[in-house]
């Protein structure tokens, strides 16, 4: 696929609002709680987003992947907003392999599935091919849409083994999305990022990028000049520019469809994301 091959069409942008890295003592309005994630996916939706990308809080708000509370938030998002639902299935680093494979149980329009284990700061992120590959197919078989979360080089030549492995997800569409600048992975550079891209293998009918941190803008800034689509919210970033924390994940929608419709591909809207990823639709089921 050509970098610039989805030019001049619109821009998908996903949320993250939330991750399981962040403590709610340190950063209050982080939206933990089920009123919180639904205030926000409204808000974001309105700001931009078309998709979510979800990872769940319990009462305490640590992360949780309890089954009744992952099905509670798919349920009330869905219920809210016409945003396509991902849960994450890499939850925190702490949780077991076997344990991220029950996300699918919530019936999400979408999972998110890493490419292979990095190194995540002190931590590692573990994802061995059997799991990958039984996720996959998991997934394959309940026509949930994977977009396939590349932290490295290597990750993108997991990609297509996956691909030649398996074939191709439940819809036919292969979305990836490039997290740049994680400690132990890609650095969030325009250098690494076009590395990424080129080589994707030729199923990828489209790609997004985050940068992590301080890299969130130069990498927002080249995936869009690339033909690429946007991931921004406070799993990523919390910091809106030098000073000033984020105070609600509605502000990086907001900059993301700003920028990109100066560069005149402005949002995708929810259907045109369906579309665009192969969505199958639950809403109403
Ligand atoms: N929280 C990270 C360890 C994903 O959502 O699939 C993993 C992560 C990736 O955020
Ligand atoms: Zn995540």
Known sequence: MSPSSSAGTGTLITVAPTGAEHAKADLPQLPTTLDEVVETAVRCQAAGASLIHLHVRDGS?????????????????????????????????????????????????????????????????????????????????????????????????????????????????????????????????????MAGVAMLPAGVTSWSATGIGRGHLPVMAAALSAGGHLRVGMEDNVVFRRGQVVAHNDELVARAAELATLMQRPPLTCDETRDLLAIKDRRGA
């Open 61 to 193: 708000h640590a992360p949780t992947l309890d089954a009744g509370f992952l099905r509670a938030t798919v349920d009330a998002v869905r219920a809210a907003t016409d945003l396509v639902v991902q849960l994450s299935t890499g939850g925190s680093v702490h949780d077991p392999l076997e344990t991220r494979l029950t996300v699918l149980d919530a019936e999400p329009d979408s999972c998110s599935l890493t490419c292979g284990t990095t190194n995540f700061g002190d931590d590692v992120f573990l994802n061995p091919w059997p799991f990958m590959s039984e996720l996959y197919v998991q997934a394959q078989e309940r026509e949930v849409v994977p977009e396939f979360e590349l932290f490295d080089l290597g990750h993108v030549h997991a990609l297509a083994r996956l691909l030649d492995t398996h074939g191709l997800p439940f819809g036919g569409k292969v979305h990836v999305d490039f997290v740049t600048g994680v400690p132990g992975g890609m650095p969030a550079t325009t250098a690494a990022l």
